[in-house]
C-alpha cells in the first residue's frame, strides 16, 4: 500500500491523484499531510502541487463525467474531512473506468458516502446565507464573523455578492483566519490579524451608531412574532441546533 | 428615528401580523438590477426560527392594527381591547432597508387592518412597495396581503412592485363566514383573487410578445385558511382548497390552526389547544395534491370526509387501496412509486436513477434511507420475501404503529414548504 501525501489544496488532491494514475498505483491511500501518522508498513510519496498536472485531472474529469462532476468533488473537499481524498480518488477510478458519471448511482458504496457529505455541505452553506448577520461598523463597512463546520465560505460568495452590490461588507471565518471582502466592484480574500475569534464581540465604539438600536429592534421583532399556544421547543432546535445559536443574535442578551 | 417609539409601534405591529402563517419568500424571479440592493431569485432562506419552529424569512408586520370591522376570530378585529398603533409609510421602508441590509431578512410582507375603506388601506401598502422599488433599488421579496375589496386598479398597481400578493379566504364555508364575520361576504375575497389570476396569465402571454411588458407578481398568489374556527370538515377545508388551485391558480393555500383569542361563545374558548396535528394532515394532503399526483376525490369523500390522525394520508389512502399493490420497484412508472407509503419524492428520484444501473433489492432501498417500516407492505423488489402476504389493512396498520410513533412523526409540517 503505497500512501500518497499532498498539501490539503483542491490542486494539491487532484496533482496527487495524477501521481497515482502516473505511477500506475493499484493500491494506494490518499491522504493530507497534517492527516497522516508515519507507520513503519507503508511506503510513503509526497506530491507537491502542481496546477498544470491538477489542470489536467480536472480537464479529464469534466470531459468524462461532466462539469457538474468537478464541482461535486471540489463540494466534498471543502468538507476537510480526512476520509474524503480517498473517496474522491475512488470515485474517479471508476468514473475512467466507466467512461460516464457514477454520480446518481446511489446503490455504491463511495457515491453514497459522497451524496451524503455533499448533502452535508450544502446544508451549511445553506445555513450561512442564512444565519451571517451583519454589524455596520463606524466607517460604513458590513461585517459578519462566522464559523462554519465546514469551509463553506467560497460557496457562499456567489449568493452575497449578487445580493448585496451596493454596500461594503466583508465576511470573515474565525476559524479558518480569512474572509471574503467586497468593495463594490470585486471580492477579495483577506486576513485580518486583529479579528476576535468571538462572533459579536466588535466593541462598539466602532459600530455605526445606530446599529445597537437596529440589533434591539431584531431582538424586538423576533420576540414579538413567536406564538407562545404553538410552542415547540424540540421543532425549534432541529431547525436551529444548538451550535447556530452563537450566529443570531436574537437570541442574544443583549448588554449594551 | 426616534427608536424607542418605533420599537413600541413594531412589538404591536409584528404581534397582530404573525397569526398570518405564510412566510415564503420563493418563486420570485426578482434579480439585483443596476448594482442596486437585493435579489430575490434564489430558494427562500429562513433567517431564523421562532420558538414555536416557524420559519422566520420575512418582516411580517401590518402597517396598522386600527380595523373599522368586526371579525370575530381576528385580534385586530373592533371590539377587542387592544393597544393600537400605525406605521408611517417612511418607516417601514427603513426598518425593512435595514434589517434587510443586515442579512436578517429576505424581505417585507406587510398586510394591515382596514382603516376608512379597503381602497384607502391599499393604497397606503402599496406605496410601501412603490418606495422600496423605485426610490431604494429594492430588489428583495416583498409581499402584499391585499384588502379585502380592494378595487381592480389597485390590484394591478400593487402587482407591479410586489412578488406575491395573498388575500386570505379565512373561513373555509360561506356558512362559517356569515357567522363569524357577518359584515363581509366571500365576493370581497374572490373579487381581488380574481383580478391576480387574470393579470397574471395576461403578463405571461404578453410577455411571450413583447419582452418589456412590466413584472407582474412573479411569486404569484397565495390565500389562507383558519382551520377551526367553526365546525368544517376536513373535506370541507381540502374541497376549498383543491377549487382554489384550479380555479385561481393558487401558488399556495396555507392551513392556519386558529389560535383561542377570544371570549365569544362562536368560538373555541381560550385555553382549547391549536389543532396542530390537524393542520399537518392538511399540508400533508395539500402536498399529495400538488405533487403527488392524487385528486382529491382519493383522499377525502363522502364515506371519508376527515383525515385520519393517527397515520398519514398517503398511507391511509394505500390501506383503502390494498388492490393497487404490491408495486414493483424496478418496474413501476413515477406516478406509481409516488404513491407507495413511505417512498417520498426525493427517494422516487433515487429509485430511478439506481434502477438504470441495476436491480434494487432490499439492501439498496435501505442504503437510500427508504422508510421500509411503512413502505415494504407495497412493494416488490429483487428478492423473493414479499411481506405482505395476504395482510388485512387492518393487520398492516396495527404493525406500522407498533414500530412506535416516533419514526412515524409527522414528515411536513407546515414549514417543510420553506424550499418549494
Ligand atoms: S377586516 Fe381584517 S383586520 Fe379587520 S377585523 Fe377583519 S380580519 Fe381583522
Same mark, same amino acid.
Given at each position: 500500500?503505497?500512501?500518497?501525501?499532498?498539501?490539503?489544496?483542491?490542486?494539491?488532491?487532484?496533482?496527487?491523484?495524477?501521481?497515482?494514475?502516473?505511477?500506475?498505483?493499484?493500491?494506494?491511500?490518499?491522504?493530507?499531510?497534517?492527516?497522516?501518522? %508515519?507507520?513503519?508498513?507503508?511506503?510513503?510519496?509526497?506530491?507537491?502541487?502542481?496546477?498544470?498536472?491538477?489542470?489536467?485531472?480536472?480537464?479529464?474529469?469534466?470531459?468524462?463525467?461532466?462539469?457538474?462532476?468537478?464541482?461535486?468533488?471540489?463540494?466534498?473537499?471543502?468538507?476537510?474531512?480526512?476520509?474524503?481524498?480517498?473517496?474522491?480518488?475512488?470515485?474517479?477510478?471508476?468514473?475512467?473506468?466507466?467512461?460516464?458519471?457514477?454520480?446518481?448511482?446511489?446503490?455504491?458504496?463511495?457515491?453514497?458516502?459522497?451524496?451524503?457529505?455533499?448533502?452535508?455541505?450544502?446544508?451549511?452553506?445553506?445555513?450561512?446565507? %442564512?444565519?451571517?448577520?451583519?454589524?455596520?461598523?463606524?466607517?460604513?463597512?458590513?461585517?459578519?464573523?462566522?464559523?462554519?463546520?465546514?469551509?463553506?465560505?467560497?460557496?457562499?460568495?456567489?449568493?452575497?455578492?449578487?445580493?448585496?452590490?451596493?454596500?461594503?461588507?466583508?465576511?470573515?471565518?474565525?476559524?479558518?483566519?480569512?474572509?471574503?471582502?467586497?468593495?463594490?466592484?470585486?471580492?477579495?480574500?483577506?486576513?485580518?490579524?486583529?479579528?476576535?475569534?468571538?462572533?459579536?464581540?466588535?466593541?462598539?465604539?466602532?459600530?455605526?451608531?445606530?446599529?445597537?438600536?437596529?440589533?434591539?429592534?431584531?431582538?424586538?421583532?423576533?420576540?414579538?412574532?413567536?406564538?407562545?399556544?404553538?410552542?415547540?421547543?424540540?421543532?425549534?432546535?432541529?431547525?436551529?441546533?444548538?451550535?447556530?445559536?452563537?450566529?443570531?443574535?436574537?437570541?442574544?442578551?443583549?448588554?449594551? | 428615528?426616534?427608536?424607542?417609539?418605533?420599537?413600541?409601534?413594531?412589538?404591536?405591529?409584528?404581534?397582530?401580523?404573525?397569526?398570518?402563517?405564510?412566510?415564503?419568500?420563493?418563486?420570485?424571479?426578482?434579480?439585483?438590477?443596476?448594482?442596486?440592493?437585493?435579489?430575490?431569485?434564489?430558494?427562500?432562506?429562513?433567517?431564523?426560527?421562532?420558538?414555536?419552529?416557524?420559519?422566520?424569512?420575512?418582516?411580517?408586520?401590518?402597517?396598522?392594527?386600527?380595523?373599522?370591522?368586526?371579525?370575530?376570530?381576528?385580534?385586530?378585529?373592533? !371590539?377587542?381591547?387592544?393597544?393600537?398603533?400605525?406605521?408611517?409609510?417612511?418607516?417601514?421602508?427603513?426598518?425593512?432597508?435595514?434589517?434587510?441590509?443586515?442579512?436578517?431578512?429576505?424581505?417585507?410582507?406587510? !398586510?394591515?387592518?382596514?382603516?376608512?375603506?379597503?381602497?384607502?388601506?391599499?393604497?397606503?401598502?402599496?406605496?410601501?412597495?412603490?418606495?422600496?422599488?423605485?426610490?431604494?433599488?429594492?430588489?428583495?421579496?416583498?409581499?402584499?396581503?391585499?384588502?379585502?375589496?380592494?378595487?381592480?386598479?389597485?390590484?394591478?398597481?400593487?402587482?407591479?412592485?410586489?412578488?406575491?400578493?395573498?388575500?386570505?379566504?379565512?373561513?373555509?364555508?360561506?356558512?362559517?363566514?356569515?357567522?363569524?364575520?357577518?359584515?363581509?361576504?366571500?365576493?370581497?375575497?374572490?373579487?381581488?383573487?380574481?383580478?391576480?389570476?387574470?393579470?397574471?396569465?395576461?403578463?405571461?402571454?404578453?410577455?411571450?410578445?413583447?419582452?418589456?411588458?412590466?413584472?407582474?407578481?412573479?411569486?404569484?398568489?397565495?390565500?389562507?385558511?383558519?382551520?377551526?374556527?367553526?365546525?368544517?370538515?376536513?373535506?370541507?377545508?381540502?374541497?376549498?382548497?383543491?377549487?382554489?388551485?384550479?380555479?385561481?391558480?393558487?401558488?399556495?393555500?396555507?392551513?392556519?390552526?386558529?389560535?383561542?383569542?377570544?371570549?365569544?361563545?362562536?368560538?373555541?374558548?381560550?385555553?382549547?389547544?391549536?389543532?396542530?396535528?390537524?393542520?399537518?394532515?392538511?399540508?400533508?394532503?395539500?402536498?399529495?395534491?400538488?405533487?403527488?399526483?392524487?385528486?382529491?376525490?382519493?383522499?377525502?369523500?363522502?364515506?371519508?370526509?376527515?383525515?385520519?390522525?393517527?397515520?398519514?394520508?398517503?398511507?391511509?389512502?394505500?390501506?383503502?387501496?390494498?388492490?393497487?399493490?404490491?408495486?414493483?420497484?424496478?418496474?413501476?412508472?413515477?406516478?406509481?412509486?409516488?404513491?407507495?407509503?413511505?417512498?417520498?419524492?426525493?427517494?422516487?428520484?433515487?429509485?430511478?436513477?439506481?434502477?438504470?444501473?441495476?436491480?434494487?433489492?432490499?439492501?439498496?432501498?435501505?442504503?437510500?434511507?427508504?422508510?421500509?417500516?411503512?413502505?415494504?407492505?407495497?412493494?416488490?423488489?429483487?428478492?423473493?420475501?414479499?411481506?405482505?402476504?395476504?395482510?388485512?389493512?387492518?393487520?398492516?396498520?396495527?404493525?406500522?404503529?407498533?414500530?412506535?410513533?416516533?419514526?412515524?412523526?409527522?414528515?411536513?409540517? !407546515?414549514?417543510?414548504?420553506?424550499?418549494?
Amino acid at each position: 500500500m503505497k500512501i500518497v501525501l499532498f498539501d490539503h489544496s483542491f490542486e494539491g488532491l487532484l496533482s496527487a491523484v495524477f501521481e497515482v494514475f502516473h505511477l500506475k498505483l493499484k493500491e494506494a491511500k490518499l491522504i493530507g499531510q497534517n492527516n497522516h501518522t %508515519a507507520s513503519f508498513f507503508d511506503e510513503e510519496i509526497w506530491v507537491s502541487t502542481d496546477q498544470e498536472k491538477a489542470a489536467r485531472v480536472a480537464k479529464g474529469i469534466v470531459k468524462v463525467g461532466g462539469k457538474s462532476d468537478l464541482t461535486w468533488l471540489y463540494r466534498c473537499f471543502l468538507s476537510e474531512l480526512a476520509e474524503v481524498p480517498q473517496l474522491i480518488l475512488e470515485y474517479i477510478r471508476q468514473l475512467m473506468v466507466d467512461k460516464h458519471s457514477g454520480k446518481n448511482d446511489f446503490s455504491r458504496n463511495v457515491v453514497i458516502q459522497l451524496q451524503k457529505i455533499n448533502k452535508m455541505i450544502g446544508r451549511e452553506k445553506h445555513r450561512m446565507d %442564512a444565519f451571517v448577520r451583519f454589524e455596520k461598523t463606524a466607517d460604513g463597512l458590513y461585517f459578519a464573523g462566522i464559523a462554519p463546520d465546514f469551509n463553506v465560505l467560497p460557496l457562499n460568495a456567489k449568493h452575497f455578492k449578487n445580493r448585496y452590490a451596493d454596500q461594503h461588507w466583508c465576511i470573515y471565518d474565525v476559524k479558518r483566519d480569512y474572509g471574503l471582502l467586497y468593495n463594490l466592484e470585486s471580492l477579495r480574500h483577506v486576513h485580518l490579524p486583529s479579528v476576535n475569534a468571538n462572533l459579536h464581540s466588535t466593541p462598539s465604539n466602532l459600530l455605526a451608531e445606530d446599529e445597537v438600536a437596529y440589533k434591539k429592534l431584531w431582538k424586538n421583532y423576533f420576540e414579538s412574532t413567536n406564538i407562545q399556544e404553538r410552542a415547540n421547543k424540540k421543532l425549534h432546535t432541529q431547525h436551529v441546533p444548538k451550535r447556530y445559536w452563537k450566529y443570531l443574535s436574537e437570541k442574544y442578551i443583549l448588554d449594551y | 428615528m426616534n427608536f424607542d417609539r418605533i420599537k413600541e409601534k413594531l412589538s404591536i405591529l409584528a404581534d397582530a401580523a404573525k397569526y398570518d402563517v405564510s412566510c415564503s419568500s420563493s418563486g420570485s424571479k426578482r434579480t439585483n438590477k443596476k448594482k442596486g440592493l437585493g435579489d430575490s431569485s434564489g430558494m427562500g432562506i429562513c433567517h431564523t426560527y421562532t420558538a414555536d419552529g416557524r420559519c422566520v424569512s420575512l418582516l411580517k408586520i401590518l402597517l396598522t392594527n386600527h380595523c373599522i370591522f368586526d371579525c370575530a376570530y381576528c385580534v385586530t378585529r373592533k !371590539s377587542n381591547d387592544i393597544k393600537r398603533a400605525a406605521f408611517k409609510v417612511q418607516e417601514v421602508v427603513d426598518l425593512t432597508i435595514n434589517f434587510y441590509r443586515r442579512n436578517y431578512i429576505e424581505g417585507l410582507f406587510l !398586510s394591515s387592518g382596514i382603516f376608512k375603506n379597503a381602497d384607502y388601506t391599499m393604497e397606503r401598502l402599496i406605496l410601501v412597495a412603490k418606495k422600496l422599488r423605485l426610490e431604494e433599488n429594492f430588489n428583495g421579496y416583498i409581499h402584499l396581503k391585499s384588502i379585502p375589496g380592494a378595487s381592480d386598479d389597485l390590484m394591478y398597481e400593487a402587482g407591479l412592485y410586489a412578488d406575491r400578493l395573498s388575500v386570505n379566504i379565512e373561513i373555509p364555508t360561506q356558512n362559517g363566514l356569515k357567522l363569524l364575520a357577518p359584515e363581509k361576504n366571500r365576493e370581497d375575497f374572490l373579487k381581488p383573487m380574481k383580478k391576480v389570476r387574470n393579470e397574471i396569465v395576461k403578463y405571461k402571454s404578453e410577455k411571450k410578445l413583447i419582452k418589456s411588458t412590466p413584472v407582474y407578481a412573479p411569486a404569484g398568489q397565495s390565500t389562507q385558511m383558519i382551520v377551526g374556527a367553526t365546525n368544517e370538515t376536513d373535506a370541507q377545508v381540502m374541497y376549498t382548497a383543491a377549487h382554489l388551485y384550479k380555479k385561481y391558480n393558487m401558488k399556495r393555500v396555507y392551513y392556519s390552526g386558529y389560535v383561542p383569542i377570544s371570549y365569544d361563545s362562536r368560538l373555541p374558548a381560550i385555553g382549547t389547544e391549536v389543532p396542530m396535528l390537524r393542520e399537518n394532515r392538511l399540508y400533508q394532503t395539500d402536498w399529495l395534491l400538488r405533487f403527488y399526483g392524487f385528486s382529491i376525490e382519493e383522499l377525502l369523500n363522502q364515506k371519508h370526509p376527515n383525515l385520519d390522525s393517527d397515520i398519514d394520508p398517503k398511507l391511509s389512502w394505500a390501506l383503502r387501496n390494498l388492490h393497487l399493490f404490491p408495486v414493483d420497484i424496478n418496474k413501476a412508472d413515477k406516478q406509481q412509486l409516488a404513491r407507495i407509503p413511505g417512498v417520498g419524492l426525493k427517494s422516487v428520484y433515487k429509485i430511478l436513477q439506481a434502477r438504470k444501473y441495476r436491480k434494487l433489492g432490499w439492501h439498496h432501498l435501505k442504503k437510500m434511507g427508504i422508510a421500509l417500516n411503512r413502505a415494504q407492505y407495497f412493494i416488490l423488489c429483487d428478492s423473493r420475501d414479499f411481506l405482505k402476504a395476504d395482510m388485512s389493512p387492518q393487520q398492516i396498520k396495527s404493525k406500522i404503529l407498533a414500530q412506535g410513533n416516533s419514526k412515524y412523526k409527522p414528515l411536513f409540517n !407546515s414549514q417543510l414548504n420553506l424550499f418549494e
